[in-house]
Each structure stands twice: as C-alpha cells, then as structure tokens.
C-alpha cells in the first residue's frame, strides 16, 4: 500500500535540508521498492507570509491525512515579534497537540567518526546511545492558566503553568518503559520532584508503572543533576524519560554530545504508530541560504521514519549506514567539521547519501 508523507520544510534552513532528505526518499522509491507518495504544506514563518497562519487548516487536514509527516523546522527573526499565537513556534506546537504526537523519541548516538567533534572527550563519549524520551503535548507548554497581564501595583506581569494529569504520565511512561524494555532495561526519569507538586506525581506514577515492567530497572534524577551528569558521564544512561520541557533543554545538551546539533533526529508519536519526524535543531537563521547546515539529521529523521512508521527497518538500517559511510569517506559539513576533513555544503552531504544508497 502506498503511504502518504506530507513535507513540511518551514523556515531558515528548513527547506535546504528537507530537500536533500527528499532526494533519499526518492532514491529509496525509485531503486529500493519504497513505496510512498509525497506532498508539501505550508508551516510556520513560510505559511504566515503567505496565508497569515503559522499552520493553515490546509496544511493540518494535509497533515492528518498524511501517513507520516518529515518537518524541517520554524522560526525566524522576521516573526518573533507577532503576538505569541501567529508566531512560527505556535504553529509546530499545535500540529504537536492536534495530531496528538505525545511521545518524542530523540536518540542521541555518537558516530564513532565524529568522536573528535564532540565538544566532551572522546572516551567520554566513545560508544554513546542515549535515548531521550520527551513528553510532547502537556506540561508547561500547553497548561493553563497561561497569559500576561498587570499586577495591582500596575506592574507587567506573565505566567504559565506545569501541569499534568496521571494519564498523560502513565501514557509517556508506558511508552519510555517498552523503549527501555528494547534497549538496555534501564530507565531513568528525570523530574524537580523536590522542588515541584507535578514532579513529585510524575515520580509517583513512574514508580507506580515501574511494578509493571519488572525488567526494566527505574531510577530518577532530579533535571538540575541530570544536566550535570548528561556532560560528565553521559554513558551511564540508557533511556530518559522526562517532561516537556525539561526533554527540550536536554536534547540540546545531548545534541552536543555527538558532535553537532545538526546530527540529531527525532521521531514524534502518536498512540497509533503515526509520526511526524524532525530534526532536533531549529531553523538556525545565522546559516540559513548558504549551504552549511547539516543536513544528516533530517536524513536521520527519515531513517525513523522508516522503522516506526513505513514498517521498513531495512531501509532505515541502509540509510543510517549510508550516514556513517559519508563520515567514513571524510565528509563533514562545517558544524562537524575537523583539521584533517574538509567543508562539505549540505548538497554535497545530501548527495553522497544519495549515491551510497543507489
Ligand atoms: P537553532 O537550533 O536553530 O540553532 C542553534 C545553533 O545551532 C545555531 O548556531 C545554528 O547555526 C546551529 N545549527 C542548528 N541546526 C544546524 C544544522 N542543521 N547544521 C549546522 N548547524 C546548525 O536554535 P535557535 O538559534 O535557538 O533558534 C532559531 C529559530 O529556530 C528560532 O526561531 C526558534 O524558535 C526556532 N526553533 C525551531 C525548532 C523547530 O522547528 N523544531 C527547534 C528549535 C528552534
Ligand atoms: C524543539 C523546539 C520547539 C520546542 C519550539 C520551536 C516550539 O525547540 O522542537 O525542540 O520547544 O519544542
Ligand atoms: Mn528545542
């Protein structure tokens, strides 16, 4: 059966890095049996500019209808002065929260290739596979009361709100638990249980679930130490699970870990299988337009896609190998980039995939 997969490219680099992962599917469809069917929305500052709506009703009915959706990425300085609810960034968050993807898997893995591009030592990183399971559609992203105002002083005041409820953690951590259960039976959730009312529920329902999942060992850190130890010995984790926001702001640190945020895909889950799949990193405006970003997590994203959502594990494993050949024959876009190795554009980067995967 032929499945759908909306391009969503955004803005900055989105569009320069969707198109070199546009060109691995096709070489995917045309020599490898991948049977897909591709289509292209608006999103983000893109979609303002032309219908005045980050996320346009034809691009979320394209999107539902979609089998999987590829996202490049948002944002951009030309937007960041609108009203928070036009801004690019409200446009991803509510794709998030309408196609209901609460579950967002961000593998950090070091390459062996790019242990020398880590900003850590290399026997610090050396082998390192970390999965960073982040709640995606609650906490203090989505909670209310959220808003701005004046305090009776007449002083400008704004507030937000962390909330969960026990089904959106038991959801996350069923989820993180079966990630860990494949993996290495090692969970750790991450919280401020000690500081926090939501933490200390989140911690109660993940040691509730733990009785569960008899395999998988549980520990739990509080996010200030986890952030700590994320740089001092990351490879003593195994699975992650953490909120909404406490997963963003790690991701980013893990990222860094394997040498650039440019190499760090991510896979969003719906309860059903269906996934929108983007890199980590945003729409990086200082590079944007001159060929320097890496486009290997939007490559990698793809691979995710493959395995979670097109049912072809086999074509995720070739892409992936496809990567590290690229690093293997020397090829490294600027962020990645050493003294012996020499600037790759992210076309030349999204090319030798292509052609190691013909
Ligand atoms: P960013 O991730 O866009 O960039 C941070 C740094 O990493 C920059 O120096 C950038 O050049 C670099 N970088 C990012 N991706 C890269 C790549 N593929 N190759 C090489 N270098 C790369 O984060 P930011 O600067 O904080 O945010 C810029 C805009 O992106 C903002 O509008 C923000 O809201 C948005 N954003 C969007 C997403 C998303 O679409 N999912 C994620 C994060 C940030
Ligand atoms: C990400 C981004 C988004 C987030 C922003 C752009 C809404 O930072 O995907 O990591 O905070 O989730
Ligand atoms: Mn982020």
New binding site residues.
């Given amino acids: 059966m032929t499945s759908r997969i909306l391009v969503m490219p ?5 569009p320069e ?1 969707c198109r070199e992962a546009v060109r691995v599917l096709d070489v995917l469809a045309a020599d490898h049996g991948l049977d897909i069917e591709l289509d292209e929305a608006l999103v ?1 500052g893109a979609a303002i500019d032309v219908e005045g709506d980050p996320l346009p009703e034809s691009s979320l009915a394209a999107a539902r209808e979609a089998d999987a959706v590829l ?7 030309a ?2 002065n609108l009203e928070r609810a036009k801004r ?2 409200s446009g ?1 968050l509510r794709l998030r929260s309408e196609l209901g993807l609460f579950a967002n898997l961000r593998p950090a893995i070091l390459y062996p290739q790019l242990a020398h591009a880590s900003a850590l030592k290399p026997d610090v990183v050396s082998g390192l596979d970390i999965m960073i399971v982040r709640e995606l559609t609650g906490g203090i992203y989505f909670g209310k009361p959220a808003g701005t105002g004046r305090t009776e002083a007449g002083l400008r005041e704004a507030w937000n709100t962390m909330r969960y409820d026990e089904a959106e953690i038991e959801r996350i951590g069923r989820t993180a638990f079966e990630i860990a259960r494949a993996r290495g039976h090692r969970l750790c959730s991450v919280d401020k249980a000690n500081v926090l009312d939501v933490s200390q529920l989140w911690r109660d329902v993940m040691n509730e679930l733990a009785g569960e999942y008899d395999d998988v060992e549980l520990t739990h850190m509080y996010v200030d130490n986890a952030a700590m130890q994320l740089v001092r010995a990351p490879k003593q984790f195994d699975t992650v699970v953490t909120t909404n926001l406490f997963g963003d702001i790690l991701s ?1 640190a893990a990222a860094m870990l394997t040498g ?3 190499m760090l895909p991510s896979a969003s889950m719906d309860a059903n299988g269906k996934g929108l799949y ?10 944007a337009g001159q060929g ?7 490559i990698l994203s793809v691979a995710m896609m493959l395995r979670y959502t097109l049912d072809r594990g086999d074509l995720a494993d070739k892409v992936e190998a496809a990567v590290g050949y690229a690093l293997d024959r020397g090829l490294r ?3 990645i980039m050493d003294d012996e190795t020499q600037i790759a554009s992210t076309q030349e980067m999204g090319g030798a995939i292509v052609d190691m995967l013909r």
């Fill in positions: 955004g803005d900055g680099v989105g890095i983000g996202f490049g990425a948002i944002g951009g300085p937007w960041d690019p960034e991803l980013d650039s945020i440019g983007e890199p980590v990193h945003g729409s990086a405006p200082d590079i320097l970003a890496n486009p290997l997590a939007v876009t600027r962020d």
